[in-house]
Each structure stands twice: as structure tokens, then as C-alpha cells.
């Protein structure tokens, strides 16, 4: 069978989604991290762009220059630039990635058990599924192979066969004075405004960036300008267009940006401080990171939320929106646990799910207000933890199910 290069790399992209259940119960923090980034790489490649190639993956790595040559980071790093090669080669490469992952799995399993046929078939029925619409395979063939890839964990794990540290890292808890936190859909835009092209080269065009203030004060010296793709297959999605868009623009062009209606999903916060020095004003001391509705947890656009471009955002949905960052909560079953967004609840024992109606505790440390005590126990007094999870993944259409969900956000 021969496959297109978008059909070798969601092939590919499956196979290493089936191992990221055993790098997070066996590898550190970061090397989990690191290889959950690089596999959502594969994932942008689908559609009709070429299959993801060493370079895009040697990117996401580039955070981790410095790693050492023996260190479960760099051997994990090397692992998946060698499957990016692979996706763009024939067949020979592909089948030794094939002999690779179904031997792995032959190894961790019980010798009375079939974990390597597993796989095999695994890899069988993702070819199948490469024979749809490429955004169609990309969706079936990412969650079946989660959902496989933590099943096959599961089972290691009962088996004793996974060396998992058992000491997890400390709950993060997320800052609750952001106007918007991990997980809310909001409807985002940003009115056009004039500019004009300031340079074009062969894979970008860059425009003055009409809302940009320099900082006199900075060690970095920006020009003011803004790059755009020329191919927007080429880059991670961003939410701001040209209109004419950058393959029609050539140097001293006027042209109009902004953000054309869209709804996204926050996937990720950051704290400066001091401010962030980025050569602009103001310095800024938080940014968001959002993704289109319907997209997968990867390559997330970041937005400054104090910096003087007129983007409007509207929340559309906040799940468990009665609940704050940190909140210590009493479930059904009478079990204590604290709540992290959008929807993730720790106990002693780990993450749990919680048993509806939920009774708020403490909030900041101390005893809430009677409001908040009632606003909590009304919203979930009808329905269920994944009940809320489902309404969420219905207002951001994210390709997963519940479970996957659930993983994506926990930084434990």
C-alpha cells in the first residue's frame, strides 16, 4: 500500500499517540511534556500539507537544547525526529517504526499476553482509517490511539510491569484574578485597521503593525512589523488575517489586519513577573493562548491581555463557572478534594472524579461567603462530572473524548 505523505504522517502520528500514556507514567515531568508537544507536531501535518518533516519537530525541541546525550529527554527527542524522517521516506523506514513500536509493546506486556498483536493491529486498522477525508482521519485516528495508547497503560500498570514514580509532582494551582482561565470558549475579534506592507520575501510578508508602541527602554530594538506566511500551512494558526492576504501583498501594498469572528478555547496561561520585556509598551504581565474551535490541543496562538490592540472577547462558556481556581470542595461520596480549570479535581490519592452536587468548602484558604456556597450547589445539583465535560467539549468541538480531555489539562 502506497501512502500519500499526510497518510504516513498520521500513521505515524498514531503509533507515537499510543505510547504517551507509558512516557507520562514512566518518564520525568518535562519528559512527558516534551514528547506530548512533539506528537501534537505530527498532528498539524494532516490535510493537504506535506507530512510533518524533522525540522518542524526539531522546533518544538528547541526549548530543550540542553539536554545531555544520555538523559531520557534526548533519547525521547531522538524517537520522534526519527519517526518525522520516516513519515517523509517509502515504506522501508515506516516498516522498521512498524517493527519498532510492535516490539515495544511485546517487551512491556506479560509474556502471556498479546500487547505486540495489539499493536499490530492497531497499525492496521490506522491505515484503514487514512482512507478517509484527511481532517476526518486526523480526528478518528488521534482518538482511537489515545484511547488505546491508555487502556494498554492501564494494563501495564495492573500488571506491575510500569515503573512509575509514585511521588507526583505538586498540584499547580492556577492564578484566579485572570479574566479568562484555562478551558473557557470565547468569541474573539478584532476590528480591521489600515497598515501597509513593509517588506515581502519569498515565504513572508510583513506589515507595520498598526497598534505597536516601542519601548525606549528596552534591550530589544523591534522594527514594528509583523510576518505573515505567505503558504499559512507553513506556521502554526494565529488568529489575525490580511486582507489581501500575505501571498498577494508585495512591498509598499496597503492592506487591512485584524481577527475576523471566531470562537477558540484557552489552552494555556502565563505569569510575568517582573513584566515582560519584549521590546514593547506596555510591558505586559499575562498572556492566554487560544486555539480555533475544533481544533486539538497544539500550536495555540498567544494573545497579550494588556497591550493596545482592540480585540474583543466574549465568554461563551466556562466550565464548572460557579467554581474558582483552587477552590476546596466535598463531593457526593463525601470525599475532600481542591478543583483546578477547567474541570480537573485532586485528592490525596491523585485526580478524581467528582460525585455531584458538590459543596464548596474553602475558598482562598478561608470560609466563602454564603452566595458562592449556594451558587455551587445549585449549578450542580442536576447532572453529572461528565456531564460538564461533554458540554464542554460541545461549545469547543476538540476532537477527544472526555477522558483524553481530562488529560490534556493535567499539569500534575
Partial sequence: MTLLPWQAGLWVAGCLER????????????????????????????????????????????????????????????????????????????????????GLWSELGPEDDDWGDREAQAQRDTLAMTQQRPAEAAAQIRIVSARLGAEWAAGLTNHGLLNADPKRPEIVIPPDDLPYRVGDVVAVSCPWTPTVTTRRGRYHAAVRWPWAVLDPDSRYRPDGSFAFPVDESTEPWSPYELRPPAAELDEGDSCVVGIP??????????????????????????????????????????????????IEMKLLH??????????VVDDADGRRMQFVPPFLFYADSGRVRPAWPLALVTRHGVTPPRDAVDAVATATALGSHPDEIERWLTYSEVPYTAAVAEELFDET
Fill in 19 to 102: 505510547l504517551a500514556p507509558y512516557v507520562r507514567a514512566c518518564g520525568t515531568p518535562r519528559a512527558a511534556t516534551f514528547y506530548r508537544d512533539s506528537v501534537d507536531a505530527f498532528w498539524t501535518g494532516h490535510g493537504e500539507l506535506a507530512a510533518p518533516d524533522a525540522e518542524r519537530i526539531e522546533a518544538v525541541g528547541a526549548k530543550l537544547s540542553d539536554l545531555y546525550e544520555d538523559s531520557i529527554e534526548a533519547q525521547i527527542f531522538g524517537v520522534v525526529v526519527g519517526a518525522a524522517e520516516a513519515a517523509r521516506q517509502p515504506a522501508e523506514p515506516i516498516e522498521q517504526l512498524a517493527a519498532w513500536t510492535v
Fill in 261 to 310: 469572528p471566531i470562537r477558540c478555547c484557552v489552552v494555556r496561561y502565563r505569569r510575568y513577573d517582573p513584566p515582560m520585556d519584549d521590546g514593547f509598551l506596555p510591558r505586559c504581565t499575562a498572556r492566554i493562548a487560544l486555539l480555533p474551535a475544533g481544533s486539538g490541543y497544539a500550536h495555540a496562538a498567544d494573545v497579550w491581555l494588556e497591550r493596545a490592540e482592540p
Fill in 318 to 327: 466556562r466550565p464548572y463557572g460557579a467554581l474558582r481556581s483552587g477552590d
